[in-house]
């Protein structure tokens, strides 16, 4: 077998190794977080440092970084589809590139478990490649609010559209127990709720808090729960799973509560705003991207 896995790297024209090093060229990979729950974005970065005494070029072939996964027993997790990778860059020679990719829409790794996850670089000047000491990482399950149940909302009509049947979602609010403490996780889903569209942690949440959800007339889901003895967080997320607004609330001479209006929208009443770092003002922000993007230091 090791006999094979040779002669086929020397088929297409590179060496794997299985140090992460070659030629004064090193790479290490290093996860954003290494508690997940299923479906929510898994951000890797890849650090390439070049201490070779020349320019090294990547980016430009499809397959010049290539990802592999593996779950319980070791065993292969199943590709979900290609990952975009391309976009040429170059390291001078003390220089240090961080590129940032997100794994979850282009492998199977959903069921709850311990995981591993290596990557290899090929440097196509030097026919060489490196191959990246492996980093694990564990999906978790979630708990669903006993307090709230599913929202199935419909997709409002785009600008010019004719009246026909709504796509229909559902919304899934979950707690999480994590290393780190307790989160409160939003999900979206397709109307069978088989299908996971987006996943994505809203904030740490105390284990006494008991959120409240409402949904306004454009089907957007607001939601406020505590983060603290007298602190709130109130976030607002279209029906497209992304983030539209996010305060940050206390707890006064009353408590903050969401409270409906007549013309359907969803407001905050009670307590008091405070204005924090964290807070998100009105504009699309959501889950990160799984094109990847590219930071590039000096090698310390």
């Not at 290609?82 to 170059?90: I, K, L, N, Q």
């Not at 939003?186 to 904030?203: A, K, M, N, V, Y």
């Not at 206390?250 to 509560?257: A, L, N």
């Not at 013309?263 to 922000?285: C, M, N, T, W, Y």
């Amino acid at each position: 077998m090791k006999r094979i896995a040779v002669l086929w790297a020397f088929a297409f024209g590179f060496l794997p190794l299985a140090q992460a090093q070659v030629n004064g060229v090193t790479a290490e990979l290093s996860l954003a977080q290494k508690e997940l729950l299923a479906g929510e974005d898994m951000e890797v970065t890849v650090r390439i440092a070049n201490r070779s005494g020349q320019d090294i070029f990547l980016g430009k072939e499809k397959d010049w970084i290539t990802f592999a996964m593996t779950g319980e027993k070791n065993a292969a997790v199943a590709p979900l589809g290609e990952m975009p990778v391309t976009g040429e860059f170059s390291l001078h020679s003390a220089q240090a590139g961080k590129p940032k990719f997100n794994l979850t829409p282009y492998f199977n790794f959903r069921n709850p478990g311990i995981y591993t996850v290596s990557a290899t670089i090929k440097i196509a000047q030097w026919n060489r490649a490196i191959t990246c000491k492996p980093v694990a990482f564990n999906i978790v399950n979630g708990i669903r609010l006993a307090n709230i149940p599913d929202l199935q909302v419909g997709l409002p009509l785009p600008a010019g559209a004719t009246n026909t049947a709504p796509e229909v979602r559902k919304y899934f609010l979950q707690k999480v127990s994590l290393a780190s403490g307790m989160k409160l996780y939003f999900q979206l889903t397709d109307e069978t709720g088989s299908r996971t569209l987006r996943t994505f942690p809203i904030g740490q949440m105390t284990s006494f808090s008991e959120p409240e959800a409402q949904i306004d007339r454009f089907s957007n889901l607001h939601v406020l729960h505590q983060t603290g003895a007298r602190s709130f967080n109130y976030c607002v997320i279209n029906p497209l799973g992304q983030i539209l607004d996010r305060q940050t609330w206390e707890y006064t001479d009353s408590r903050p509560v969401l409270r409906g209006d007549a013309e359907g929208g969803i407001v905050v009443g009670g307590g008091a705003r405070k204005f924090s770092a964290s807070d998100l003002p009105p504009g699309i922000q959501g889950p990160g991207s799984s094109v990847p993007s590219i930071d590039i230091n000096l090698v310390p």
